[in-house]
């Protein structure tokens, strides 16, 4: 059986940085990816203006997603303004009903920033609402009944906003696409230099390599490198024994 993948983010890099190295092992399997950033990245810069920021890192996700085989979705709204509101949830909901994924890859519920945490909360609300004929989305798609299963990253940093870590159930050994996953994080060239001089990053794609090898550590299980999962509760949205993830890349 072939599974249909949606990565759903916040900001154009935060895929790659917390998600890639299991999307490139799901694109290795035959998985069919999408790929999409709530928010279109304008606030990420101290160069350019809010136009010429949005335009260079559309293109620097793009990049990305070709590079991993995936189908690009565009952006809905500019960064900070990811709101757990009804026009934003029907919007996505329509995104969801047409790409009719049967794995979802989302953000972690508890991170540092606002923006994460609710671009989670929108993707598994939308993702509920998928098969409701009377939940009408924005533009108006029929509902799709598949099961979905929900699975949620590490936050960036892997602390919540309280700085506790916050550990995974499951862990995805990303050491055979390591190299590739720092290729397809470089394609963001414009946020290197922003997280260098705002958040006092050394090396963006070091900082990245590093953050893996430490949830590699987590693991326990002599992983190099490694990404976290935590599967969302299965009501309202699949059998309660379904696991592809874990089962497509026998994940630890």
Request: aromatic letters at 8%.
């Amino acid at each position: 059986m072939s599974h249909c993948v949606f990565a759903l983010a916040s900001h154009p890099d935060d895929i790659e940085f917390m998600m890639g190295g299991t999307l490139l092992l799901l694109k290795e399997r035959g998985c069919e990816l999408h790929t999409m950033n709530l928010a279109n990245g304008n606030c990420g810069t101290t160069e350019y203006s809010s136009e010429e920021i949005i335009a260079i890192r559309r293109s620097e996700a793009r990049n990305a997603a070709s590079f991993l085989e995936a189908e690009f979705h565009e952006s809905l709204v500019n960064d900070l303004e990811i709101f757990y509101t009804d026009e934003l949830i029907r919007k996505v909901t329509t995104i969801i009903r047409r790409v009719k994924p049967d794995i979802m890859l989302v953000q972690s519920p508890e991170d540092y920033m606002e923006d994460h945490m609710t671009a989670a909360r929108i993707a598994v609300t939308a993702a509920f609402c998928r098969g409701m004929p009377n939940y009408h989305s924005i533009p108006s798609v029929d509902p799709t009944m598949q099961d979905v299963v929900i699975y949620h990253a590490l936050p960036y940093g892997l602390q919540d906003g309280l700085r506790r870590v916050i550990n995974a159930e499951f862990y995805v050994d990303i050491t055979p696409v390591i190299e590739n996953k720092e290729r397809m994080l470089a394609f963001h060239q414009s946020q290197k230099r922003w997280l260098d001089e705002s958040q006092g990053l050394d090396s963006y794609l070091k900082t990245m390599r590093e953050m893996s090898a430490e949830v590699g550590r987590m693991s326990g299980l002599g992983y190099a490198f490694a990404e976290g999962w935590r599967r969302h509760s299965h009501l309202g949205f699949s059998a309660p024994d379904s696991d592809p993830l874990r089962a497509l890349l026998g994940a630890g």
